[in-house]
């Protein structure tokens, strides 16, 4: 596998792939039998160089979408090497034809990671309308109805699908604190003006007060209540299986009505205290 690498010259990548000779049907078939029956990694090897010059062909397609073409190759390169290792020969067709499927969908993924900062498309049919109404729209005007409705039949999507990915399509990422942006544009960092009440320290100490106050009037309340009525409400609401009110009656030696009563009126009695 030829490496592309930042710093190296991609035209003298694609002119060295463009050099490595074509396989004939029958060399095709028989490394691909060797691989597929014995592992032979040179024979993988030689698949993949091969058929790298279709790579770049299908890579150069992407070249709308502000991304690295040494990286949408590379991604592309993935996918060849993934159907190399999937190709079976006795089905009949070419590697070449097996192999767009792989690569495509790895370059795919690749951009969909990429283009933005959040993912804008997710589903099947969101990931279908974002490659292709890219391709459909004729120019940066906003779509009318008239077409969007002719990109949802040809597309077999619904419109509203369509209004929102071409809404997805025309957003722009914008950092959260950027301050150059911010100088050099009339552009206002979100960190400026979009707080989180969550964290606010004032909030968070009040907030801890209140627990540690409302815990201590409870330790107060329950240590007001006699033995007993403290080991129902433990059994009955602190305790992991929970007991019953007919548990609680055979070890008290009580009715389970009464068990019920103690426990109603020692919640009531903790309530009032707690609300002073």
């Not at 592992?39 to 993988?44: P, T």
């Amino acid at each position: 596998m030829i490496k592309i690498y930042p710093e190296n010259n991609i035209d003298g990548y694609i002119q060295t792939v463009l050099g490595i000779p074509l396989l004939t049907l029958q060399e095709e078939h028989n490394l691909a039998m060797k691989l597929r029956k014995k592992g032979d990694l040179e024979a993988a090897r030689s698949l993949v160089m091969s058929n790298l010059r279709f790579v770049v062909h299908i890579a150069s397609s992407y070249s709308g979408y502000g991304l690295q073409k040494s990286d949408i190759i590379q991604e592309g390169n993935v996918g060849l090497m993934k159907a190399v290792k999937r190709f079976n020969p006795a089905h009949g067709v070419r590697l070449v034809s097996f192999a767009i499927h792989w690569i495509k969908a790895e370059i795919h993924e690749y951009v969909l990671r990429n283009w933005r900062i959040i993912k804008v498309a997710t589903t099947k049919s969101q990931r279908k309308l974002f490659f292709n109404l890219r391709r459909t729209k004729n120019s940066f005007n906003w779509l009318n109805n008239d077409e969007i409705k002719s990109i949802a039949n040809e597309l077999n999507v619904n419109p509203n699908l369509v209004r929102e990915m071409e809404g997805r399509l025309s957003s722009i990422d914008y950092g959260f604190d950027n301050k150059y942006a911010e100088e050099k544009n009339n552009y206002k960092n979100p960190s400026n003006y979009i707080e989180d009440s969550k964290i606010d320290p004032a909030i968070q100490l009040e907030k801890y007060d209140f627990e540690r106050y409302s815990y201590r009037r409870l330790y107060i309340a329950l240590n007001k209540l006699d033995e007993r009525v403290r080991d129902i409400l433990k059994q009955r609401w602190l305790n992991e299986p929970k007991a019953t009110l007919h548990e609680l009656a055979d070890i008290y030696g009580i009715s389970a009505e009464r068990i019920r009563q103690i426990e109603k009126s020692a919640i009531k009695k903790i309530k009032n205290y707690i609300n002073i």
